[in-house]
Nanobody, 127 residues
Framework: QVQLVESGGGLVQAGDSLTLSCAAS????????MGWFRQASGKEREFVAA????????RYADSVKGRFAISRDNAKNMVYLQMNSLKPEDTAVYYC????????????????????WGQGTQVTVSS
């Protein structure tokens, strides 16, 4: 398994930017697609973004496309989510997720391949 710890959440105003970080541990990190999900209060957890094992392929939810960017640094066992032009509807707890080894971003997109979850970091966007 891959252990994941998120950081970087906080309280910002609409239009601001934040970068979330996910520190991973585990020897299989480089074999796993990585992703970010979020869960707003009272709602189901939803897919936000995913990046392939090598970092060359990305996938985004329509709601964040053009505003968010996911990336990874396998040498440092890190994955990032750069969030720009934040909106109040982006308010949620954001979770880092590791997919099953040797699966792809398509599987991450529908959540079927998620193997491990972080504890989450809260992002609150005020109007």
């Amino acid at each position: 398994q891959v252990q994941l710890v998120e950081s970087g959440g906080g309280l910002v105003q609409a239009g601001d930017s934040l970068t979330l970080s996910c520190a991973a541990s585990g020897r299989t990190f480089g074999s796993c697609p990585m992703g970010w999900f979020r869960q707003a209060s009272g709602k189901e957890r939803e897919f936000v973004a995913a990046v392939s094992r090598g970092g060359l392929t990305t996938r985004y939810a329509d709601s964040v496309k053009g505003r968010f960017a996911i990336s990874r640094d396998n040498a440092k066992n890190m994955v990032y989510l750069q969030m720009n032009s934040l909106k109040p509807e982006d308010t949620a707890v954001y979770y880092c997720a590791a997919g099953s080894p040797f699966t792809g971003t398509q599987d991450m997109g529908n959540g079927a391949s998620v193997k491990d979850w972080g504890q989450g970091t809260q992002v609150t966007v005020s109007s």
